[in-house]
């Protein structure tokens, strides 16, 4: 499967340049995007933009998840925040043979399959693992689906919950999948490389549309870069290999 990381950015600190702006209090948006990242090589793959800087991003996804199932090739595993634990969400994502792991919301009820009981396990670091399975969603909703559970306990802080559709334990164990959710803040580093580099944090334009315009052309160079990087990389390490068989 192909992991993707889903996650929205606000568009912040835009120039009060439109005449109603100016000597107003407070700060402007632009626009709000949903932005889809593979962590394999730091690519974002394809995005979603609202002209409202305040709506929820989770509302761009049935724009953006046919464009990303339409890419084709392996099946779409989606990591996601609880912002994105919802069942119609995950109608959205399981599409195509995709898959979810998602941070449990506890808007979205649980019931417990009395058929199954609960697992309890260590992580490396022996803190406990339970893993449940059940139906997330009221028993009249028509998307309800049979999930897998996994809490984390932590000895600081709330325990982490994820959701997901992988109900085999086998061959997805709970700590992989929890692993998986760990590496969904690979994305923030992104956002903050290319508002650092490509001076997203500074606007050119002053509406909107400017707004996700410019991000997009940010978005285009900070891949740029990066298949770049990648490919200086490998013909490092390619030359470090075959340097001795040139010796």
Not at 209 to 235: D, P
């Amino acid at each position: 499967m192909e992991v993707l990381i889903l996650d929205g950015k606000s568009l912040k600190k835009v120039a009060k340049r439109l005449v109603d702006t100016r000597g107003t209090p407070g700060k402007l948006l632009g626009g709000k995007l949903l932005v889809a990242y593979r962590p394999r090589d730091g690519l974002v793959l394809d995005m979603a933009a609202d002209l409202d800087g305040e709506t929820n991003e989770a509302k761009l996804i049935p724009d953006l998840m046919p464009r990303v199932h339409a890419r084709g090739g392996p099946a779409k595993l989606v990591v996601g925040d609880r912002l994105f634990c919802a069942s119609k969400h995950f109608a959205e994502f399981t599409k195509d043979n995709g898959h979810f792991v998602v941070r449990y919301a506890r808007t979205l009820s649980f019931e417990p399959d009395p058929k199954r009981p609960a697992v309890t396990t260590a992580d490396p670091s022996q803190r406990a693992v339970v893993e449940e399975w059940g139906w997330a969603g009221k028993p009249k909703d028509k998307l309800r689906r049979y999930v897998r559970r996994i809490t984390v306990a932590r000895p600081v802080g709330e325990a982490i919950t994820i959701l997901t559709d992988l109900l085999d334990s086998a061959p997805y164990p709970a700590t992989d999948l929890l692993d998986l959710y760990r590496i969904r803040w690979t994305i923030e580093g992104t956002f903050q490389k290319v508002t650092a580099i490509f001076a997203l944090g500074r606007f050119i334009g002053s509406t909107p549309e400017a707004t996700v315009f410019q991000a997009s052309m940010c978005f285009v160079l900070a891949n740029v870069v990066q298949v770049l990087q990648g490919y200086v990389s490998s013909f490092k390490l390619a030359a470090w290999f075959c340097w001795p068989i040139v010796q």
